[in-house]
């Protein structure tokens, strides 16, 4: 299948494996993330492997300006886009009273605002596209936001927001989104993730695979959908949260090992 993707934070965990599994299936992959030398690691792997030659993009999505001259080098390259992969993201594990402003900033100029500066730039290419489509990879948790997670939550709450209405924006132009919401996932996130309160990491035993999530893009390129949750539990707890907040504040309370209270007046 000769496809041309572009995949942000394809340098580890989730975009990594979406690339691995992209350029199996015969795409050309655009690798874009900030460590170049991670991003020409995975390129070597993958040309030892068979795969079309890909492309090694460094950027930070946080600096837009370092976005555009990426994009023209596809223009130049390519001509045209087939499926964007919007997968970047970095994590902050934090309650609210322990937010910073510098950090909680980066936190969503590169979850939110990186992915709409690469929607809104490459809109040019994926008009050129064959069959083109756009995958935001988002999180349960922007269905339902969890304590010490309350900045990723919004973070996440905003791109699925976003995504729902670019379906509709991007449905003249024969653009197919869709909003992917995986579940907890055994990578490095964790383990990268600002966490100044030294809150407990989740216990990743019965976390997907990077692999589980990337079958999941390549489904969602091959027979588009508006939105894909990878834990049919927790969109059922994010539908309870405007049906009945109280039982879903307090169920995920308990799940979480929080004590809860109902506020008294």
Known sequence: ?????????????IGAATARLLASRGYSVALLARR????????????????????VLACDLARPATLEPCIERLQ?????????????????????????DAKLEHLFRVNVLGSMHACRLTLPLLRKGD???VVLVASVVG?????????????K??????GEALRIEWARDNIAVSILEPALTATGFFEAQE??????????????????????VW???????PELSMRWKWRVLGMLSILAPRLSDRMLARRLGERWIAPQR
């Open 157 to 162: 709450a905003a791109l699925v927001s976003f």
């Open 143 to 155: 269905r339902r936001g969890i304590p010490g997670q309350s900045a990723y939550s919004a973070s």
């Open 195 to 216: 966490n100044p309160a030294g809150l407990a990491a989740p216990d990743l035993s019965r976390a997907s695979g990077p692999e589980e999530v990337a079958q999941a």
């Open 36 to 55: 170049e030398d991670r991003l020409q690691r995975l390129a070597e792997e993958l040309r030892k492997a068979g795969a079309p030659d890909p492309m």
């Open 219 to 225: 489904m969602l390129d091959r027979h588009p959908r």
């Open 76 to 100: 130049r390259d390519w001509g045209a886009l087939d499926l964007l992969v919007n997968n970047a993201g970095v994590g902050y594990r934090a309650r609210v009273e322990e937010l910073e």
């Open 1 to 13: 299948m000769n496809r041309r993707v572009l995949i942000t934070g394809a340098s580890s965990g």
């Open 131 to 133: 069959a083109p489509g």
